[in-house]
């Protein structure tokens, strides 16, 4: 199984490159995780247009002139664990609510007539409120209505994501938070998120269950983003190696306000965020970066063609807020509120393509 190396170590090592270990890194065909931390370096900082420009060649070239559109779907509030920086935490007196089967294909058909192809199904960790069944019954319903359905829901054994696939399901979302241990254990208080390595095993178990694809991630505002940004391409590195048959994609979650009194442990800047995405598509050509509506409109449209392969658009973070968008209970506020047709005329704008649909799982051989 995979192992974080040590997080002070890591953060060593990208503060001691240089200069020179940078240029290395920007004239290197195949680059390894040594040249990794050169790029997510503050040596690298002077270098960050030229690392944009080799970031947007390798993109067009893999990618194309290319956006991948999605939205997410919140089915349920209702969480067990206790994470400090989120609004769902089971200590936060919000209105919680878990959607019904009918009231889940109700808000994806509200996306599907706003022309989505693919959605993501998001919800708190509490297995009471959603569990397998649950997601296998929506996934049935879905399946032949979207192109691709992915989830980002809480961990789950090999077994029910391989049920999960064959009801539908086409990719899963998990992300460390924080690849860094001690700084782990102080933001996840209590429940079953506490537990560090079933959450790091977590995205080799979908890779074995037969995810067409799988996003991992940390959160940007807990820990040391250089050390994070190392840990993550240490981490795509060793489940490519193993599973090199599955598609990956990386997000960049910075924190945004929620419920709570948390505040951001780091400042991660924009510039920064850009550091970390432009440094991961040198290192991994093939690999999805996705920027959600965290960002505001300004960064995304700016990022556009220069790394990011994935955004969502027209997002809204609280179950059954698109059919009913009283604002309630949401788990953060997002920066970009603009709907897919603002997005998608951006895009075209900047002449990319948007993309609702680069899949079908009719492709996908099953036996439900
Ligand atoms: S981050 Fe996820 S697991 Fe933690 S409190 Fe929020 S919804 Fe629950």
Known sequence: MFKTPDFIQLGKQVRSATAEDVEHALNATRLSLDDLAALMSPAAEPYLPKMAARSSEITLARFGK??????????SNYCTNRCVYCGFSADNLIKRKC?????????????HDRGFQHILLVSGEAENAVDVEYMEAIALRLRDKFA??????????TEHYHRLFLAGITAVAVYQETYDRNLYK???LSGKKSDYDYRLETPARVAEAGMREVGIGALLGLGDWRAEGLAIGYHLHWLRKKFWSTAFTVSFPRMRPATGEFE????????NLSQLIFALRLF???????VSTREEARYRDGMLGLGPTRYSAGSCTA?????NSDGDAEQFSVGDHRSLDEVSAIIREKGFDPVCKDWDCRFQITDY
């Not at 991994?284 to 996705?290: A, N, R, T, W, Y």
């Open 264 to 271: 951001p442990l780091e400042i991660v800047s924009e510039s």
């Open 284 to 290: 991994d050509q093939d690999v999805g970066l996705i």
């Open 99 to 111: 959607l019904t089967i009918e009231e889940a294909e109700k808000e994806a058909m509200i996306l």
């Open 66 to 75: 290319t956006t991948q559109l999605y939205a997410p779907i919140y089915l």
């Open 186 to 188: 102080k933001v996840h």
């Open 319 to 323: 179950p059954g807020g698109y059919g």
């Open 148 to 157: 691709a359905v992915s989830i980002e829901i809480q961990p789950m054994s």
